[in-house]
């Protein structure tokens, strides 16, 4: 087990969509409404919480538990504390990002961002399928804007540091 | 007929995988009075994967989007629940929280662009159920399907986080009463409410399937025909996903899946080309019989 | 009619304040908007930790207050306005009309056996059923037959088999104008509407229901003449399972109840024991965030709860319930707190312990008076710390749940009854009115 860190709550509740780590009265409504709780032993948002209002820093930030996430706020919804802990997960993995710890899927999307405009970029079956429908060309996309955007937010530097 | 004008936000799973929802929304689009007007240079949302990254970026990329919609002076009409969510929460924050507005703008002034919060963002399925109105879209059903036993699909992001969705938006009950005009009946099932598991597929495989799997046995527990999804992301997890379940777990479901879109361009008499049934990994042709000409 | 005081809600709070303010002299106006008076605890089978029989405890009391010579009982009536000040508070009263002469009756009770119709009773929190002409219960005060209108297909049965001709169709809403100088509100609460947590399965799955849907269950006065059966089959259900805070301790703005609602953690463990009482064999356990047994004797009667009666106390708030549609059993979806992996355990019976709100019609009352509410809707003291029984009108003084969960239980319910008749006293007798 890693060191506590007694400042890692606070750390989470100024990160932008982590202010509900402050609210959590550790009721297990999270875990027991969470689809991926029901299959994954370990994605537990309550212990994650936990985990975080103990300060085990580097056991969050570098473990898996955050990534296997969906976002799909059922977590949200039902926390009787308005506990925002489906946003928290992002505050969460935005901070692991900057300790270098990114799965490769992501990774994969957030380059293909930078370099089109686009998380997923068409396949050559549905250029095809376009052409024949007489939809035309996939709509332009201002790679140009994306990119300075991206680069002044140091996006691009997130995404290439090294696993 | 009267028109109304949205401009047109296709994000990018739609263009890369499924043209075909494209395809039927802009055949069907015209007979119900609403007009698509293309956004120009428009580009990604900003959906999970990247707010995963960095929030400001978000932020500056899914703003982009609004800024130029405000500019074209209309509302924006989405058919993906990512691009809803993504966009919907955006114009929500920044609308509200004035720090953070002035963090984007200073962002967007280097694309020459300035968020003014002067757009709003709907998903496609509201827009036919609030600005068309189920009267219209039942007027326009030529070839009603039979009673087919559809389960609705309505997907994290229709109506989640209910404080942003909440009252202004209809979200499932809207979707119910569509799927039902068309002549199908949208049948009950537990997990309803369920994620699809979709958001995990490619970063975590193992996982996006067992969440799959809950959806779909609680489908087939229900006994329905098939199944209707309005976000392209629902579509590919629960249409290719049973195929991806078949692999590893030799089980079957052989529900097919189709866009609400398409349901309806078949209700309205339109047939679905060759090229498009294909796209379908569940063949849909069985479906296709329960419809009466009338 | 003689200046007095007005008593508004004929619970056991104001049932207190009634009866210490008559005996003391003052002439009593004791409205109650329901048939009869006795409220909440009417409803209850026993009380917690003593393990009381509710209604034996409290029919004396209302009996006696009933047949006090100074106090009036006006029951099935409504306050329609109010004017004036302390000393001087002129109250229009509505009596709505009962169609039964209240002389005449003598509550014997041969019409409803014989009325064709049947309507949920609203005593019985809607699961069970009472007649078009009844007596919302058996110990009734006044014992007079009510006709509900609404549910009335004015057939005539009752009339011929009335003993003694009390029928009267031609009744009409009664108003009568009251000079008081001081009003004492004791109006209680409501019961939160779970389906607003639609996780949870109310209404839509026959075997969840709420607490004091329990209580009228294992009340002998009951819908099932108190055997605790299960409402989708009527089998004696083997594993219960309560749900605390259903609404309570919610920050959610659509909700709107972030407090906690301070008894129901004492009589979910009270209707365990009874549960346990009544059936040993069967599995009870209570999923809880807190247990909140403050004050003499509960937490030790949560640790006999536990030790002598095996009842199962779960750290966990569940997230959600599903039904079997064979069985009709329910499964809750929880956060086992030892193994910390999410459980699934089915039960045969779930009883929620819903937040207690406040009571429906409050606002109106409370703009007649010209009293203000606080955030929750319950009514506010003047001094929430110097003087919590006043209300922000000087002469009107408030009593019981209806000023909030502050309440604990029902001997604080009777003292401030018993308080809010000593300011009401005190104030009377200042300006030569006692």
Same mark, same amino acid.
Request: with cysteine; hydrophobic share 40%.
């Given at each position: 087990?890693?060191?506590?860190?007694?400042?890692?709550?606070?750390?989470?509740?100024?990160?932008?969509? &982590?202010?509900?780590?402050?609210?959590?009265?550790?009721?297990?409504?999270?875990?027991?409404?969470?689809?991926?709780?029901?299959?994954?032993?370990?994605?537990?948002?309550?212990? +994650?919480?936990?985990?975080?209002?103990?300060?085990?820093?580097?056991?969050?930030?570098?473990?898996?538990?955050?990534?296997?996430? +969906?976002?799909?706020?059922?977590?949200?919804?039902?926390?009787?504390? &308005?506990?925002?802990?489906?946003?928290?997960?992002?505050?969460?993995?935005?901070?692991?990002?900057?300790?270098?710890?990114?799965?490769?899927?992501? +990774?994969?999307?957030?380059?293909?961002?930078?370099?089109?405009?686009?998380?997923?970029?068409?396949?050559?079956?549905? +250029?095809?399928?376009?052409? #024949?429908?007489?939809?035309?060309?996939?709509?332009?996309?201002?790679?140009?804007?994306?990119? #300075?955007?991206?680069? #002044?937010?140091?996006?691009? #530097?997130?995404?290439?540091?090294?696993? | 007929?009267?028109?109304?004008?949205?401009?047109?936000?296709?994000?990018?799973?739609?263009?890369?995988?499924?043209?075909?929802?494209?395809?039927?929304?802009?055949?069907?689009?015209?007979?119900?009075?609403?007009?698509?007007?293309?956004?120009?240079?428009?580009?990604?949302?900003?959906?999970?994967?990247?707010?995963?990254?960095?929030?400001?970026?978000?932020?500056?990329?899914?703003?982009?989007?609004?800024?130029?919609?405000?500019?074209?002076?209309?509302?924006?009409?989405?058919?993906?629940?990512?691009?809803?969510?993504? $966009?919907?929460?955006?114009?929500?924050?920044?609308?509200?929280?004035?720090?953070?507005?002035?963090?984007?703008?200073?962002?967007?002034?280097?694309?020459?662009?300035?968020?003014?919060?002067?757009?709003?963002?709907?998903?496609?399925?509201?827009?036919?159920?609030?600005?068309? /109105?189920?009267?219209?879209?039942?007027?326009?059903?030529?070839?009603?399907?039979?009673?087919?036993?559809?389960?609705?699909?309505?997907?994290?992001?229709?109506?989640?986080?209910?404080?942003?969705?909440?009252?202004?938006?209809? /979200?499932?009950?809207?979707?119910?009463?569509?799927?039902?005009?068309?002549?199908?009946?949208?049948?009950?099932?537990?997990?309803?409410?369920?994620?699809?598991?979709?958001?995990?597929?490619?970063?975590?495989?193992?996982?996006?399937?067992?969440?799959?799997?809950?959806?779909?046995?609680?489908?087939?527990?229900?006994?329905?025909?098939?199944?209707?999804?309005?976000?392209?992301?629902?579509?590919?997890?629960?249409?290719?996903?049973?195929?991806?379940?078949?692999?590893?777990?030799?089980?079957?479901?052989?529900?097919?899946?189709?866009?609400?879109?398409?349901? $309806?361009?078949?209700?309205?008499?339109?047939?679905?080309?060759?090229?498009?049934?294909?796209?379908?990994?569940?063949?849909?042709?069985?479906? $296709?019989?329960?419809?009466?000409?009338? | 009619?003689?200046?007095?005081?007005?008593?508004?809600?004929?619970?056991?709070?104001?049932?207190?304040?009634?009866?210490?303010?008559?005996?003391?002299?003052?002439?009593?106006? =004791?409205?109650?908007?329901?048939?009869?008076?006795?409220?909440?605890?009417?409803?209850?089978? %026993?009380?917690?930790?003593?393990?009381?029989?509710?209604?034996?405890?409290?029919?004396?009391?209302?009996?006696?207050?009933?047949?006090?010579?100074?106090?009036?009982?006006?029951?099935?009536?409504?306050?329609?306005?109010?004017?004036?000040?302390?000393?001087?508070? @002129?109250? @229009?009263?509505?009596?709505?009309?009962?169609?039964?002469?209240?002389?005449?009756?003598?509550?014997?009770?041969?019409?409803?056996?014989?009325?064709?119709?049947? *309507?949920?009773?609203?005593?019985?929190?809607?699961?069970?059923?009472?007649?078009?002409?009844?007596?919302?219960?058996?110990?009734?005060?006044?014992?007079?037959?009510?006709?509900?209108?609404?549910?009335?297909? !004015?057939?005539?049965?009752? !009339?011929?088999?009335?003993?003694?001709?009390?029928?009267?169709?031609?009744?009409?809403?009664?108003?009568?104008?009251?000079?008081?100088?001081?009003?004492?509100?004791?109006?209680?609460?409501?019961?939160?509407?779970?389906?607003?947590?639609?996780?949870?399965?109310?209404?839509?799955?026959?075997?969840?229901?709420?607490?004091?849907? =329990?209580?009228?269950?294992?009340? *002998?006065?009951?819908?099932?003449?108190?055997?605790?059966?299960?409402?989708?089959?009527?089998?004696?259900?083997?594993?219960?399972?309560?749900?605390?805070?259903?609404?309570?301790?919610?920050?959610?703005?659509?909700?709107?109840?972030?407090?906690?609602?301070?008894?129901?953690? %004492?009589?979910?463990?009270?209707?365990?024991?009874?549960?346990?009482?009544?059936?040993?064999?069967?599995?009870?356990?209570?999923?809880?965030?807190?247990?909140?047994?403050?004050?003499?004797?509960?937490?030790?009667?949560?640790?006999?709860?536990?030790?002598?009666?095996?009842?199962?106390?779960?750290?966990?708030?569940?997230?959600?319930?599903?039904?079997?549609?064979?069985?009709?059993? =329910?499964?809750?979806?929880? !956060?086992?707190?030892?193994?910390?992996?999410?459980?699934?355990?089915?039960?045969?019976?779930?009883?929620?312990?819903?937040?207690?709100?406040?009571? *429906?019609?409050?606002?109106?009352?409370?703009?007649?008076?010209?009293?203000?509410?606080?955030?929750?809707?319950?009514?506010?003291?003047?001094?929430?710390?110097?003087?919590?029984?006043?209300?922000?009108?000087?002469?009107?003084?408030?009593?019981?749940?209806?000023?909030?969960?502050?309440?604990?239980?029902?001997?604080?319910?009777?003292?401030?009854?018993?308080?809010?008749?000593?300011?009401?006293?005190?104030?009377?007798?200042?300006?030569?009115?006692?």
């Amino acid at each position: 087990m890693s060191s506590l860190d007694a400042y890692f709550m606070h750390e989470v509740a100024n990160t932008p969509r &982590g202010r509900g780590v402050l609210a959590c009265i550790q009721c297990g409504r999270c875990t027991s409404s969470c689809p991926v709780a029901k299959v994954i032993v370990e994605h537990n948002p309550r212990r +994650l919480m936990e985990m975080i209002i103990l300060g085990l820093r580097a056991d969050v930030m570098l473990g898996p538990v955050p990534w296997y996430c +969906l976002s799909c706020f059922t977590c949200l919804d039902r926390c009787p504390q &308005g506990g925002d802990i489906g946003e928290a997960m992002f505050a969460i993995r935005n901070l692991a990002v900057r300790e270098g710890n990114i799965p490769e899927g992501i +990774l994969t999307q957030a380059r293909s961002l930078f370099e089109t405009g686009r998380v997923v970029t068409s396949s050559r079956m549905a +250029l095809i399928q376009r052409e #024949k429908c007489g939809l035309g060309e996939e709509p332009r996309i201002d790679v140009e804007a994306v990119q #300075k955007i991206l680069r #002044k937010t140091r996006f691009d #530097k997130l995404i290439q540091r090294d696993r | 007929m009267n028109f109304v004008r949205y401009a047109f936000f296709l994000g990018c799973l739609i263009p890369a995988r499924e043209p075909n929802y494209e395809n039927s929304v802009r055949k069907i689009a015209p007979k119900l009075g609403v007009e698509l007007v293309e956004m120009d240079g428009a580009n990604c949302c900003a959906p999970f994967s990247v707010q995963s990254v960095d929030y400001i970026s978000w932020l500056a990329l899914a703003a982009r989007n609004l800024c130029i919609a405000e500019q074209m002076g209309l509302d924006i009409l989405t058919l993906c629940n990512d691009c809803y969510e993504s $966009l919907l929460m955006t114009n929500m924050i920044l609308k509200e929280d004035r720090e953070t507005r002035e963090k984007v703008n200073a962002i967007l002034a280097d694309v020459g662009q300035q968020f003014k919060g002067k757009t709003d963002v709907k998903i496609f399925s509201d827009v036919l159920y609030e600005d068309v /109105g189920l009267e219209k879209v039942k007027n326009a059903v030529k070839a009603p399907f039979n009673g087919l036993r559809v389960a609705v699909q309505p997907g994290c992001h229709l109506t989640k986080p209910k404080r942003i969705h909440f009252g202004e938006r209809t /979200g499932v009950r809207a979707l119910g009463e569509l799927v039902e005009v068309t002549g199908a009946k949208s049948i009950s099932y537990s997990a309803k409410d369920a994620c699809c598991g979709g958001p995990l597929r490619g970063i975590n495989d193992v996982v996006a399937s067992d969440v799959a799997k809950q959806k779909l046995d609680s489908m087939k527990a229900a006994g329905v025909d098939c199944i209707v999804t309005v976000c392209p992301f629902c579509f590919l997890e629960l249409d290719r996903g049973q195929l991806e379940i078949k692999r590893h777990s030799k089980e079957e479901y052989g529900l097919p899946v189709l866009h609400y879109a398409e349901l $309806l361009r078949i209700a309205m008499g339109m047939k679905l080309e060759d090229w498009e049934m294909k796209t379908h990994k569940i063949p849909i042709i069985k479906i $296709l019989n329960t419809v009466e000409a009338k | 009619m003689e200046k007095g005081v007005m008593v508004i809600g004929g619970g056991i709070a104001g049932i207190q304040a009634s009866m210490d303010l008559a005996n003391r002299g003052f002439q009593v106006y =004791l409205v109650e908007k329901s048939p009869s008076i006795g409220g909440r605890m009417a409803q209850l089978d %026993k009380t917690f930790p003593t393990m009381d029989c509710s209604i034996c405890i409290l029919a004396p009391k209302m009996i006696e207050v009933a047949h006090h010579q100074k106090v009036h009982l006006l029951t099935y009536s409504e306050v329609k306005e109010v004017e004036g000040s302390v000393g001087n508070f @002129k109250v @229009k009263v509505t009596r709505k009309p009962r169609y039964v002469d209240e002389v005449k009756c003598t509550g014997c009770g041969i019409c409803a056996e014989k009325c064709p119709i049947e *309507a949920p009773s609203e005593f019985d929190e809607n699961i069970g059923a009472r007649k078009a002409i009844y007596m919302p219960f058996p110990q009734a005060v006044p014992r007079i037959m009510t006709i509900n209108k609404d549910d009335c297909m !004015e057939c005539g049965i009752c !009339e011929k088999v009335c003993p003694s001709q009390a029928i009267n169709r031609e009744q009409k809403p009664q108003e009568i104008e009251l000079d008081v100088g001081a009003i004492v509100v004791a109006t209680g609460f409501d019961i939160f509407d779970c389906s607003m947590i639609p996780q949870y399965g109310y209404r839509e799955f026959k075997n969840v229901i709420t607490a004091m849907e =329990l209580e009228r269950l294992l009340c *002998a006065s009951g819908p099932t003449g108190g055997h605790l059966i299960r409402p989708s089959d009527g089998r004696i259900p083997r594993s219960i399972a309560f749900i605390q805070c259903v609404g309570s301790r919610d920050r959610r703005d659509w909700i709107g109840h972030p407090y906690c609602s301070s008894i129901c953690c %004492k009589y979910a463990v009270k209707d365990a024991v009874l549960i346990k009482e009544h059936e040993p064999k069967s599995l009870v356990t209570i999923f809880y965030i807190d247990m909140r047994a403050f004050g003499k004797g509960f937490q030790e009667f949560v640790n006999r709860a536990k030790s002598e009666f095996g009842v199962e106390f779960v750290r966990s708030n569940p997230g959600e319930l599903k039904e079997d549609t064979s069985t009709r059993n =329910l499964t809750i979806s929880y !956060e086992d707190p030892v193994t910390r992996t999410v459980q699934n355990a089915s039960f045969d019976l779930v009883i929620l312990s819903p937040a207690l709100v406040p009571s *429906a019609g409050i606002k109106e009352l409370a703009k007649m008076l010209g009293i203000g509410l606080d955030n929750y809707g319950f009514l506010k003291p003047v001094d929430s710390v110097k003087k919590p029984l006043d209300t922000t009108i000087p002469g009107i003084f408030a009593s019981g749940y209806c000023l909030g969960p502050k309440t604990g239980d029902i001997p604080d319910s009777i003292t401030q009854g018993s308080a809010a008749a000593a300011r009401v006293a005190e104030i009377l007798s200042s300006r030569g009115m006692a």
